[in-house]
């Protein structure tokens, strides 16, 4: 197997690179983007919103709390209906974290994702598959992803330039220092989907409007409040209806 694509690049936790990802994965972005919370305050909080990206430092304080939680974390039952996938390529964190929303997007506002675009084939390609069969077709994907200006490239390559767009030299090899996440509210539960953790997580239930106080207060407890020397937080929410 082509070993070129085993570790991907680091996505930077910019809305702007993001937004162009998520046009080259087959999002109308007239109609859904990121869009950062600039304040956790309730009144800053964006409306409408189905899910979120939330990014902290892999921190050895916050991986080790959610070591000793064990079992406890995973103990409310998960829907049926949600799509989760493991992750096994370092790096491909911001990626697994996309499709993790828009695999995830209620019915009534699939509209937002041109059907004969790279996401809804994937999700269809991998539907039937488990959590770990999904991650091995991510990481020798053959599907293409065609971008806005109509030219044709692998998912890996679609990764790949979104994450060299703003390095100054594209050769360079990263590691990252923080970890991509995300959050969904589905079937009126607010469910956090990390490739790394065992299976998904599902906090609480809420009201759609509740959603992005209910992930802050989540956000805060068990990442932020976890390692309070660390200040590389940030959270993105996938609002729909952005203009």
């Known amino acids: 197997m082509d070993q070129k694509f085993e ?21 109308n972005t007239d109609f859904a983007n990121f869009v950062d919370i600039v ?7 964006i409306p409408g919103s189905l899910g979120a990206l939330f990014v902290y430092p892999d921190s050895p304080a916050i991986n080790n709390y959610f070591f ?40 009534e506002y699939q ?12 999700i269809q ?41 703003n390095l100054e030299d594209p050769n360079i090899e990263l590691k990252a220092g923080h970890h991509f996440i995300a959050f969904v509210w589905h079937n009126g539960s ?12 599902n906090y609480v239930d809420c009201q759609q409007e509740l959603f992005l106080e209910k992930v802050i207060e989540i956000c805060q407890k068990h990442y932020i409040e976890k390692d309070l020397k660390e200040i590389g937080f940030n959270l993105m929410a996938f609002q729909i209806g952005f203009e």
């Open 125 to 165: 390609n991998t539907q039937n598959m488990t959590p770990e069969q999904r991650a091995e077709y991510l990481k020798n994907c053959k599907l293409e992803v065609k971008k806005k200006d109509g030219q044709v490239q692998s998912l890996q390559d679609a990764h790949k330039e979104v994450a060299q767009e």
């Open 7 to 27: 570790n991907w690049l680091p996505l930077e936790s910019n809305t702007i690179l993001l937004n162009k990802y998520l046009v080259n994965l087959g999002v």
């Open 68 to 107: 000793e939680q064990g079992d406890k974390m995973f103990e409310k039952q998960i829907p049926e209906s949600i799509y989760y996938m493991k992750q096994i390529a370092e790096n491909a964190c911001g990626t697994i974290a996309i499709l993790h929303i828009l695999a995830n997007i209620p019915k």
């Open 111 to 122: 509209f937002i994702i041109n059907e004969e675009s790279f996401c809804p084939q994937f």
């Open 39 to 45: 304040s956790f305050e309730p009144e800053f909080l």
């Open 190 to 201: 607010v469910i956090e989907l990390d490739g790394r953790k065992k299976a998904p997580i």
